[in-house]
């Protein structure tokens, strides 16, 4: 057979030659939609790769992006990748620190930035060591500040090979934002990016075809928006990226655009939910979603089956490029009630070929399959990570086990359930409660627009959970009321000492909750009982 490294660079070529005219629509965060196709991205990409070198930037370099979701972005991955570049895509959520730290230690030398980023931009300047040229996506019209994207590759005319290579050449660069310590970098290879995009497109993941619309809303910075803007030129979807988050944007390009794919993690989905109950605004065409990045909880699986609407619950991180699970739908689906749909779609999915899974005790002795066991969840396979960038060590075992730092339990069907991560169980009297678990429960209660469980300290049971709501708008909730619902779904042992009520609970880079934050802001928290007991056992 014939030699066809795997390289993305296939995918844009597939895309321009097979699906020239398909589309790529943008909603810019300025309230304008534009719209490209395939052939049109081409051919910025290989513009862009000019510029590239002609600034002196060669295989290898990394080209670092702070931007939202739009068709520039889009067409910078496939430049910087093209040159053989390696596109470092930053999250701009991050903290400075942060911000500064992982731009010096991946030794970007091009930043590529949306125009509402030009603050944050400015602001770290003088701190970012290695950059060497700034371009704006989206310059203001009065010409002030870095050059613009669109002019910059403007100087170039397209006539442009690709950098050829190994497979095993990098190509991506993220960093995931780590509990202690300094973010670390996870090194996404063309192969293991092209493997990984093979397998994202399979029914039973995100089922993407050329009949498919697909937005995703989880941002390109996160984990490559879960490898969309891969998957899409290799099955000719369209695409429609939207720089703007607020769901009434979304929902009226998800109508107007006939989006039926879409992808996000839960806290986004919750914000939709709101907004589609209180508008009466409807997602007629939306076939399926995916959740991902934390627990989706149960009430929100519900919400979607019974508007008709499939749900794909993935679980993965960055170092899985991101794809570790999925849910894909057992013999007899049809029959399911809903109920029992529910139930098991609230499981993190099944695993696709190309990831195997594991889970070990304390000791490292892998436990059985038998949806009892929970343990640490260890991962392999060719688009999971070896090492971090800059490493001195590999992040697995001499087997190449990595672990994930996820406590799970794989079911005797193939399913994998996510108790909780290792830092967030709750360890009371030697046993484990599930924070998720008692989020899920939470969430399922009228008027609970968030729930967050996290451990205090108990002088007696070492942690107990404490449950932090935020009331949905307009609602009153009686906690009492609330604990019944919550004895109803979960062990009695396992219901929180105490509940209390917050305006808003803290959110990581990614949109997830922050258990870290919160467990900060509730550092000095004691339950009102605590006091008594300590006295009772100091007697
Ligand atoms: P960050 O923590 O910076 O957002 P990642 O996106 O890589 O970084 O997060 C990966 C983690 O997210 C996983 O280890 C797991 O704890 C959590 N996670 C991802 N998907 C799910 C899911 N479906 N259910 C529960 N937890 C999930």
Redesign the pocket.
């Known amino acids: 057979m014939q030699d066809w490294p795997l390289r993305v660079m296939r995918l844009v070529d597939h895309a321009e030659r097979e699906h020239g005219e398909g589309e790529i629509v943008t909603a810019w965060a300025d309230g304008s939609v534009t719209r490209t196709n395939w052939r049109a991205v081409a051919h910025d990409a290989r513009r862009m790769a000019q510029a590239l070198e002609a600034l002196g930037c060669r295989k290898g370099d990394r080209i670092a992006t702070l931007a939202m979701n739009h068709s520039r972005h889009l067409s910078s991955w496939y430049g910087a990748a093209g040159m053989g570049g390696v596109l470092h895509t930053i999250n701009p959520r991050l903290f400075p620190d942060q911000l500064e730290y992982i731009a010096n230690h991946a030794e970007d030398r091009v930043l590529l930035y949306d125009h509402a980023f030009a603050p944050l931009v400015e602001a770290m300047k003088p701190r970012w060591t290695t950059i060497e040229r700034y371009i704006c996506f989206d310059p203001p019209a009065n010409g002030v500040g870095d050059t613009g994207f669109m002019e910059w590759i403007g100087e170039q005319d397209g006539d442009y090979a690709w950098v050829e290579g190994d497979e095993r050449d990098p190509v991506g660069l993220c960093y995931?934002?780590g509990t202690t310590g300094n973010p670390k970098g996870v090194l996404y290879e063309h192969r293991s990016t092209m493997l990984h995009t093979l397998a994202e497109a399979a029914p039973d993941i995100f089922n993407l075809s050329k009949q498919s619309v697909v937005l995703p809303i989880v941002p390109m910075f996160?984990?490559n928006a879960w490898g969309v803007p891969w998957a899409a030129p290799m099955m000719g979807c369209k695409l429609v990226l939207s720089a703007d988050y607020r769901p009434d944007t979304m929902c009226r390009l998800f109508r107007e655009e006939k989006v039926t794919h879409s992808a996000g993690v839960p806290t986004i989905w919750l914000t939709m939910i709101d907004y589609l109950e209180r508008s009466g605004d409807k997602l007629s065409d939306l076939k399926q979603v995916t959740?991902?990045?934390?627990?989706?909880p149960r009430a929100m699986i519900r919400w979607f089956l019974e508007h008709g609407i499939e749900v794909g619950?993935?679980?993965?991180?960055?170092?899985t490029s991101?794809i570790g699970t999925c849910g894909s739908r057992p013999l007899g689906w049809e029959n399911y009630s809903i109920d029992e749909k529910v139930e098991y779609i609230s499981r993190?999915g099944r695993v696709p070929f190309g990831v195997e899974l594991r889970t070990v005790d304390e000791d490292g002795n892998a436990l059985p399959r038998d949806g009892k066991s929970s343990g640490n969840l260890q991962c392999r396979g060719p688009w999971v990570i070896r090492r971090y960038f800059k490493a001195e060590e590999d992040a697995t075992d001499e087997d190449q086990w990595f672990d994930?730092?996820?406590v799970a339990c794989l079911h005797p069907d193939g399913t994998m359930q996510?108790t909780d991560?290792a830092k967030d169980v709750i360890k009371s009297g030697g046993e484990w409660i599930s924070s998720?678990e008692l989020e899920n429960a939470a969430v399922g209660f009228a008027g609970v627009a968030e729930a967050a469980a996290i451990g205090i300290a108990h002088p007696k049971w070492d942690e107990r959970p404490l449950l932090v709501v935020v009331r949905q708008e307009g609602c009153d909730i009686c906690p009492d009321a609330l604990r019944s619902h919550l004895a109803t779904k979960v062990a009695k042992w396992w219901l929180p000492d105490a509940i209390e009520f917050v305006d808003e609970l803290p959110h990581?880079?990614?949109g997830?909750l922050s258990k870290k934050m919160l467990r900060e802001r509730f550092s000095a928290y004691r339950f009102a009982d605590a006091d008594a007991r300590l006295e009772e056992l100091r007697r």
Do not use: F, N, V
């Open positions: 995931t934002s996160h984990a959740i991902g990045g934390s627990a989706a619950h993935a679980w993965g991180m960055t170092e991101p993190q994930t730092g996820d996510i991560r998720i990581t880079a990614t997830k």
